[in-house]
Protein backbone atom coordinates (compact mmCIF):
# COMPACT_ATOMS: atom_id res chain seq x y z
CA UNK A 1 0.00 0.00 0.00
CA UNK A 2 1.13 3.66 -1.05
CA UNK A 3 0.11 7.15 0.52
CA UNK A 4 -1.74 7.42 -2.87
CA UNK A 5 -4.06 4.21 -2.00
CA UNK A 6 -4.27 5.05 1.79
CA UNK A 7 -5.01 8.65 0.96
CA UNK A 8 -7.49 8.00 -1.74
CA UNK A 9 -9.23 5.18 0.35
CA UNK A 10 -9.60 7.63 3.20
CA UNK A 11 -11.54 10.03 1.08
CA UNK A 12 -13.81 7.52 -0.15
CA UNK A 13 -14.78 6.68 3.38
CA UNK A 14 -15.46 9.70 4.10
CA UNK A 15 -17.51 10.04 1.16
CA UNK A 16 -19.54 6.99 1.45
CA UNK A 17 -23.30 7.20 1.12
CA UNK A 18 -26.20 4.65 1.24
CA UNK A 19 -27.31 5.40 -2.42
CA UNK A 20 -23.54 5.83 -4.28
CA UNK A 21 -22.91 2.19 -2.89
CA UNK A 22 -25.96 0.72 -4.10
CA UNK A 23 -25.13 2.48 -7.27
CA UNK A 24 -21.23 0.97 -6.94
CA UNK A 25 -22.67 -2.36 -6.18
CA UNK A 26 -24.32 -2.46 -9.75
CA UNK A 27 -21.69 -0.96 -11.67
CA UNK A 28 -18.72 -3.95 -9.91
CA UNK A 29 -21.46 -6.49 -10.63
CA UNK A 30 -21.60 -6.08 -14.39
CA UNK A 31 -17.75 -5.67 -14.60
CA UNK A 32 -17.38 -8.73 -12.86
CA UNK A 33 -15.67 -11.51 -14.73
CA UNK A 34 -18.74 -13.48 -15.90
CA UNK A 35 -20.66 -10.63 -17.16
CA UNK A 36 -17.32 -9.65 -19.64
CA UNK A 37 -17.26 -13.77 -20.65
CA UNK A 38 -20.66 -13.28 -21.80
CA UNK A 39 -20.45 -10.04 -23.37
CA UNK A 40 -16.94 -11.25 -24.95
CA UNK A 41 -18.97 -14.19 -26.03
CA UNK A 42 -21.78 -12.00 -27.54
CA UNK A 43 -19.43 -9.54 -29.31
CA UNK A 44 -17.23 -13.06 -30.65
CA UNK A 45 -20.43 -14.46 -32.04
CA UNK A 46 -21.73 -11.91 -33.67
CA UNK A 47 -18.32 -11.19 -35.55
CA UNK A 48 -18.36 -15.15 -36.45
CA UNK A 49 -21.27 -14.71 -38.01
CA UNK A 50 -20.49 -11.30 -39.89
CA UNK A 51 -17.73 -13.65 -41.15
CA UNK A 52 -14.99 -11.73 -39.26
CA UNK A 53 -13.13 -14.72 -37.48
CA UNK A 54 -10.15 -13.29 -36.88
CA UNK A 55 -11.71 -10.28 -35.25
CA UNK A 56 -14.02 -13.09 -33.39
CA UNK A 57 -11.05 -15.11 -32.42
CA UNK A 58 -8.57 -11.86 -31.51
CA UNK A 59 -11.52 -10.64 -29.10
CA UNK A 60 -11.68 -14.20 -27.13
CA UNK A 61 -7.40 -14.25 -26.91
CA UNK A 62 -7.17 -10.66 -25.67
CA UNK A 63 -9.94 -11.24 -22.67
CA UNK A 64 -8.66 -14.61 -21.68
CA UNK A 65 -5.26 -13.29 -22.31
CA UNK A 66 -6.15 -10.51 -19.72
CA UNK A 67 -7.57 -13.09 -17.46
CA UNK A 68 -4.75 -15.70 -17.41
CA UNK A 69 -2.30 -12.78 -17.25
CA UNK A 70 -4.48 -10.96 -14.23
CA UNK A 71 -4.43 -14.45 -12.30
CA UNK A 72 -0.51 -15.32 -12.94
CA UNK A 73 0.48 -11.55 -11.75
CA UNK A 74 -1.98 -11.96 -8.32
CA UNK A 75 -0.34 -15.17 -7.57
CA UNK A 76 3.11 -13.84 -8.24
CA UNK A 77 2.64 -10.66 -5.97
CA UNK A 78 0.17 -11.52 -3.47
CA UNK A 79 -0.70 -8.44 -2.17
CA UNK A 80 -3.61 -7.99 0.37
CA UNK A 81 -7.06 -6.48 0.19
CA UNK A 82 -7.71 -3.20 1.82
CA UNK A 83 -8.38 -3.67 5.27
CA UNK A 84 -11.95 -4.21 7.26
CA UNK A 85 -14.57 -2.30 7.76
CA UNK A 86 -13.39 -0.12 4.91
CA UNK A 87 -13.82 -2.94 2.65
CA UNK A 88 -17.86 -3.15 1.96
CA UNK A 89 -17.26 -6.60 -0.08
CA UNK A 90 -16.43 -9.99 1.12
CA UNK A 91 -13.71 -11.16 -1.51
CA UNK A 92 -11.06 -13.86 -0.54
CA UNK A 93 -8.47 -13.75 -3.82
CA UNK A 94 -5.72 -11.29 -3.71
CA UNK A 95 -5.78 -7.74 -4.81
CA UNK A 96 -2.86 -6.55 -7.83
CA UNK A 97 -4.40 -5.86 -10.08
CA UNK A 98 -7.68 -5.55 -10.23
CA UNK A 99 -9.25 -8.36 -12.52
CA UNK A 100 -12.20 -6.06 -13.19
CA UNK A 101 -10.39 -3.32 -14.27
CA UNK A 102 -7.90 -5.54 -16.12
CA UNK A 103 -10.33 -7.28 -17.69
CA UNK A 104 -12.82 -4.93 -18.24
CA UNK A 105 -10.28 -2.97 -19.93
CA UNK A 106 -9.20 -5.23 -22.75
CA UNK A 107 -12.77 -6.15 -23.35
CA UNK A 108 -13.55 -2.18 -24.44
CA UNK A 109 -10.08 -1.60 -25.97
CA UNK A 110 -10.79 -5.04 -27.99
CA UNK A 111 -13.81 -3.73 -28.81
CA UNK A 112 -12.64 -0.23 -29.51
CA UNK A 113 -9.89 -0.99 -32.04
CA UNK A 114 -12.82 -2.60 -33.66
CA UNK A 115 -14.42 0.34 -34.09
CA UNK A 116 -11.65 1.94 -34.95
CA UNK A 117 -10.07 0.18 -37.69
CA UNK A 118 -13.69 -0.73 -39.55
CA UNK A 119 -14.06 2.96 -41.16
CA UNK A 120 -16.35 4.13 -39.33
CA UNK A 121 -16.48 7.88 -38.98
CA UNK A 122 -14.53 9.82 -36.84
CA UNK A 123 -16.88 11.15 -34.64
CA UNK A 124 -18.20 7.43 -34.02
CA UNK A 125 -14.72 6.42 -33.37
CA UNK A 126 -14.39 9.09 -30.81
CA UNK A 127 -17.72 8.77 -28.95
CA UNK A 128 -17.04 5.11 -28.61
CA UNK A 129 -13.78 5.82 -27.31
CA UNK A 130 -15.43 7.91 -25.05
CA UNK A 131 -18.33 5.75 -23.77
CA UNK A 132 -15.90 2.45 -23.36
CA UNK A 133 -13.80 4.21 -21.65
CA UNK A 134 -16.24 5.47 -19.27
CA UNK A 135 -17.20 1.74 -18.60
CA UNK A 136 -14.14 0.42 -17.58
CA UNK A 137 -13.78 3.46 -15.61
CA UNK A 138 -16.73 3.12 -13.96
CA UNK A 139 -16.07 -0.43 -13.32
CA UNK A 140 -12.53 0.46 -11.64
CA UNK A 141 -13.93 2.83 -9.71
CA UNK A 142 -16.44 0.90 -7.97
CA UNK A 143 -13.83 -1.61 -6.50
CA UNK A 144 -12.00 1.30 -4.96
CA UNK A 145 -15.30 2.41 -3.63
CA UNK A 146 -16.32 -0.73 -2.47
CA UNK A 147 -12.41 -1.09 -1.03
CA UNK A 148 -12.13 -4.27 -2.98
CA UNK A 149 -9.03 -2.61 -4.30
CA UNK A 150 -6.41 -0.38 -3.47
CA UNK A 151 -6.47 2.58 -6.06
CA UNK A 152 -2.85 1.31 -7.42
CA UNK A 153 -4.71 -2.19 -7.97
CA UNK A 154 -7.24 -0.53 -10.31
CA UNK A 155 -4.54 1.71 -12.09
CA UNK A 156 -2.42 -1.60 -12.89
CA UNK A 157 -5.38 -3.46 -13.88
CA UNK A 158 -6.40 -0.74 -16.71
CA UNK A 159 -3.01 -0.09 -17.93
CA UNK A 160 -2.46 -3.93 -18.08
CA UNK A 161 -5.92 -4.63 -20.28
CA UNK A 162 -4.89 -1.96 -22.58
CA UNK A 163 -1.44 -3.13 -22.81
CA UNK A 164 -2.42 -7.02 -23.14
CA UNK A 165 -5.35 -6.26 -25.57
CA UNK A 166 -3.45 -4.12 -28.11
CA UNK A 167 -0.75 -6.47 -28.42
CA UNK A 168 -3.00 -9.51 -28.93
CA UNK A 169 -5.45 -7.53 -31.61
CA UNK A 170 -2.11 -6.41 -33.18
CA UNK A 171 -0.57 -9.59 -33.30
CA UNK A 172 -3.74 -11.48 -34.15
CA UNK A 173 -4.55 -9.01 -37.00
CA UNK A 174 -0.71 -9.24 -38.87
CA UNK A 175 -0.84 -12.88 -38.20
CA UNK A 176 -4.52 -12.64 -39.87
CA UNK A 177 -2.96 -10.51 -42.99
CA UNK A 178 0.27 -12.48 -43.38
CA UNK A 179 -1.81 -15.82 -43.64
CA UNK A 180 -4.03 -14.16 -46.09
CA UNK A 181 -1.24 -12.58 -48.27
CA UNK A 182 0.79 -15.76 -48.28
CA UNK A 183 -2.86 -17.44 -49.91
CA UNK A 184 -2.73 -14.68 -52.52
CA UNK A 185 0.84 -15.43 -53.25
CA UNK A 186 0.13 -18.95 -53.32
CA UNK A 187 -2.77 -18.86 -55.61
CA UNK A 188 -0.63 -17.12 -58.61
Known sequence: ??????GVLNWV???????LTDVFTVITTAGNTAVMAVLTVVVAAALWRLRRRGDAAAVVIAVFASWLI???????????RPPQPERIVDIATYSFPSGHAMVSAA?????FVLIATSGARRA????????LGLVTVAI???????AAHWFTDVFAGWALG???SVLVMTAVRRWIVQRLQDRVV???
Do not use: E
Open 70 to 80: MNAIKFVVRRQ
Open 13 to 19: VDHRSPA
Open 107 to 111: FVTAV
Open 186 to 188: TAQ
Open 124 to 131: TVLLSGVL
Open 1 to 6: MTQVDR
Open 140 to 146: GVSRIYL
Open 162 to 164: VAC
